[in-house]
């Protein structure tokens, strides 16, 4: 013989239903990466700010930088921003052809972005100035090249978000994932104006 417990009635024992926006919690979770981010960022920040003097009689900022490269560099990037908030105003509008082609514009500057700095990291080792060369040429190699892996999977997810919109459209998941890309990738270009005003013009001042 089984027995059914019941509660008591009361406030105690009803739960009341809560009710989320749907992808509020993909929105926080993005935001905490985000930080988790930051903190990596100023990690590596710091320890270019404490080596970045250190030579080992070896070549220095002046040595190795080419200042108008890198401001080409930086061109890219600032208007892979620009195209990238022109891809999000045409999704705004539900125009799934201005969102895509928007996009593809923002890849190729991405791309143009990373190519540069593989030429600038390969030229570097070619001159013998490689990351095991000072501790200011390890922090260099570091935090720039911890940018530019970013970069690098931001383009990979701008892809998959690209077939993800050609497939299915301008849904509300998709939506939700391009504001997401877009916090990342503007939040990639403030990163590299520190790298470039902390880095480069600093090191050649």
């Known amino acids: 013989m089984s027995t059914v417990s019941q509660h008591p009635p009361g406030d105690f024992w009803e739960v009341e239903p809560h009710h989320h926006h749907e992808g509020a919690s993909t929105g926080i ?5 985000l930080m988790s981010d930051c903190l990596m960022f100023a990690v ?39 195209t990238y908030g022109f891809a999000m ?12 082609g928007w996009l593809g514009v923002t890849l190729v500057f991405g791309l143009a972005f990373l190519a540069v700095e593989l030429y600038e990291f390969h030229h570097l080792i ?8 000072s501790a200011f040429l390890s922090a260099f190699f570091a ?10 999977f931001g383009c990979l997810w701008l892809v998959t978000l690209m077939i993800q919109v050609g497939q299915r459209g301008l849904i509300d998941a998709n939506r939700r994932r391009l504001s997401c890309l877009s916090m990342f990738w503007h939040f990639l270009d403030v ?15």
């Open 191 to 205: 990163i590299w104006i520190g790298v470039f005003t902390f880095v480069y013009l600093l090191g050649m001042i």
């Open 89 to 100: 105003l045409a999704m705004v509008k539900g125009r799934k052809g201005g969102t895509l």
């Open 126 to 133: 070619h001159l013998g100035a490689g990351p095991q060369r």
């Open 29 to 33: 979770g993005f935001w905490v990466y």
């Open 44 to 82: 590596l920040f710091a320890v270019f700010g404490v080596l970045g003097s250190s030579y080992a009689a070896g070549p220095g900022p002046k040595d190795l930088f080419d200042l108008e490269l890198v401001a080409l560099n930086t061109a890219f990037l600032l208007l892979s921003s620009i």
């Open 143 to 152: 935090l720039v090249g911890t940018h530019g892996l970013h970069v690098a």
